[in-house]
């Protein structure tokens, strides 16, 4: 049964970006998105959240006690246990110790991984050993590799899977994946995205002494995180533009450090990509934008359409009342966010379109294709 009450109020992107630089940091909807309906499981689900590290996790923590009167976090646990007492505190859940508490609890279905980055391995391997189905915040894993070998887990498990890539849940990006499937742009020669904030210029990752929960500086280490502001940000353009284009086959990239705030991590970043099917993407990615107004860029013989201050201009003669002049407004309404998605689909309600986990190792590949190619100069081909 679908509830239509937002979880959240409506918040335009740049909205987003002002409310998360605060001191109340993403606890509001992420960037891009109008306020999603809640959509209860169709039985109990009781979850533990491993880790609660990301920068993500107090709206995670905000949906799941917002009205989702099926859904019960048992445990939460993080190696950090200041943090971890703080998050089950807010989630009314019992404090592990023992992740082995988890994953021998057969009442646990499934598990949330906030963990950083390069704890993700260990804890998706074990989680899938266990049998719990598995969201984990994206990236998936730090290298090509090990995110493959995640995958491998995770299939042979026969558990659900599916991550953070919000961004699918946008209405203008739903039109224009219904627009794409259909034709309507003929052949598409170009797609062009970009991702970018102030997070940098904002200290966004600066250190919390006085709030450890709320520390996000490993997410500026790239020793941690694996990336920087490019892969950060950029992997949710990615994703939309590979969900919309298929399979890339060889990147080249540039990153950079612009401000010096978090050391040698990147803070901004531009990639040419050459999709397997001939189409020819750039892709940017930032933290030291100011406005970032052009989103996304889609280019066909037959079609052409452009994302500008969150509005969709669209122009193709096969559609009635497209001629690119004014925003088009006849879009889909928004599923719910992804987590509400991986609740449901635990719960057993079909046709959630949850991110696969090779989808979303496939991401990886290409982000550490990039990488390499920004260090070594030259184009690389994706593993």
């Not at 996790?57 to 971890?84: C, E, M």
Request: proline share 5%.
């Amino acid at each position: 049964m679908q509830n239509n009450t937002p979880v959240f109020p409506t918040l335009d992107r740049r909205g987003f970006i002002k409310a998360a630089s605060g001191a109340a940091i993403l606890a509001a909807l992420p960037a891009g998105l109008e306020a999603a309906a809640s959509s209860a499981p169709v039985k109990p689900v009781v979850l533990a959240f491993v880790a609660c590290a990301h920068i993500h996790t107090p709206g995670f923590i905000k949906l799941l006690t917002s009205g989702q009167a099926n859904v019960r976090v048992k445990y939460a646990w993080d190696h950090d246990a200041v943090r971890a007492e703080k998050r089950a505190a807010e989630l009314g859940a019992a404090v592990a110790t023992d992740l082995q508490q988890i994953w021998s609890d057969p009442e646990i279905v499934a598990v949330v991984i906030c963990s950083e980055t390069n704890r993700h391995r260990d804890l998706v391997l074990a989680a899938a050993a266990a049998g719990k189905h598995i969201y984990a915040e994206k990236p998936l894993g730090i290298t090509a590799s090990e995110s493959t070998e995640m995958a491998d887990a995770i299939v042979k498990a026969n558990v659900l899977f599916t991550t953070g890539y919000f961004m699918r849940t946008m209405p203008q990006h739903l039109f224009l994946k219904k627009q794409v499937e259909r034709g309507s742009f003929g052949r598409i020669t170009r797609i062009a995205g970009s991702n970018c904030h102030n997070g940098s210029l904002g200290g966004w990752f600066d250190e919390k002494p006085d709030r450890p929960w709320e520390n996000w500086r490993w997410m500026a280490d790239p020793k941690i995180a694996g990336v920087g502001a490019f892969g950060d940000l950029g992997t949710h353009m990615l994703d939309i533009m590979m969900w919309l284009c298929g399979d890339v086959e060889s990147v080249t990239a540039e990153t950079r450090v612009v401000t010096g705030r978090y050391g040698d991590c990147d803070e901004a970043g531009e990639a040419l990509l050459r999709f397997r099917n001939g189409i020819i993407g750039t892709l940017a990615a930032s933290w030291v934008d100011i406005s970032d107004p052009v989103t996304l860029q889609i280019s066909g013989t037959e079609g052409n359409a452009a994302i500008v201050k969150g509005e969709l201009f669209f122009k193709c003669a096969q559609v009635r009342g497209a001629d690119g002049n004014q925003p088009w407004t006849d879009l889909p309404h928004a599923p719910v966010l992804p987590l509400l998605q991986f609740v449901n689909a635990v719960a057993g309600q079909p046709g959630m379109p949850l991110v696969s986990v090779r989808e979303a190792a496939a991401r990886v590949a290409v982000m550490e294709a990039a990488y390499r190619s920004s260090s070594v100069g030259s184009s690389v081909k994706v593993a």
